[in-house]
């Protein structure tokens, strides 16, 4: 084999290692239809280093636009609720992509981004369902995760009215009207 035959075997060798490793690692979200950056947003960087988030899933800098990102926090959200990371990931890029320190605009921002994606409705009731199971622990940047909760599928609601009308909430109010009509009917006089 010449030099460049060679060159370009270790190069492919390199490349399968990496994606091996990061694979192997768990850093890789599920690859399966979600979403991914588009347009500028997918050349902003993305480094995996904790000391940067300060104990956060993650945070993104405007200057240079940069999203970190700490593997052993989306690990523990990824153990309690296999998804929910996701929505953090998407959050961040809200900031950069409307360059603001606003959380509640990157929430919507994201709520946006995820309704319309691939998986994306899924992944936004596993991220709603999150926020809410964590109850009513204040924070002044976010609200409480039950008003974040509601926040995001507020906005979720205003870029795709029912986009979760397959999902469980809405099944379970459909029974439920279900029952109530039938039990209605049941007890109407004859």
């Given at each position: 084999m010449d030099d460049s035959g060679s060159a370009r075997t270790r190069r492919r060798i390199a490349v399968a290692s990496a994606a091996?490793?990061?694979?192997?690692?768990g850093t890789?979200?599920?690859?399966?239809?979600?979403?991914?950056?588009h347009g500028d947003l997918a050349k902003v960087l993305v480094v995996h280093e904790c000391d940067e988030t300060g104990g956060d899933v993650a945070v993104s800098r405007l200057d240079p636009p940069t999203v970190y990102v700490c593997d052993r926090v989306v690990r523990l959200v990824r153990a309690r609720d296999p998804g929910a990371e996701q929505f953090y990931f998407v959050h961040e890029f809200g900031h950069i992509a409307l360059q603001t320190s606003s959380e509640s605009t990157a929430d919507c921002w994201a709520a946006g981004e995820l309704v319309a994606a691939?998986?994306?409705?899924?992944?936004?009731?596993?991220?709603?369902?999150?926020?809410?199971?964590?109850?009513?622990?204040?924070?002044?940047?976010?609200?409480?995760?039950?008003?974040?909760?509601?926040?995001?599928?507020?906005?979720?609601?205003?870029?795709?009215?029912?986009?979760?009308?397959?999902?469980?909430?809405?099944?379970?109010?459909?029974?439920?009207?279900?029952?109530?009509?039938?039990?209605?009917?049941?007890?109407?006089?004859?």
């Open positions: 091996l490793a990061l694979l192997a690692s890789l979200i599920d690859a399966h239809a979600q979403w991914v950056p691939p998986n994306g409705r899924r992944l936004l009731r596993i991220a709603i369902a999150h926020f809410r199971a964590r109850g009513d622990e204040p924070s002044a940047r976010y609200g409480s995760p039950r008003e974040r909760a509601e926040r995001i599928r507020s906005c979720a609601d205003e870029t795709l009215p029912s986009w979760d009308a397959d999902g469980p909430s809405h099944r379970n109010a459909n029974a439920t009207k279900r029952a109530k009509a039938v039990g209605a009917i049941a007890s109407a006089p004859r």
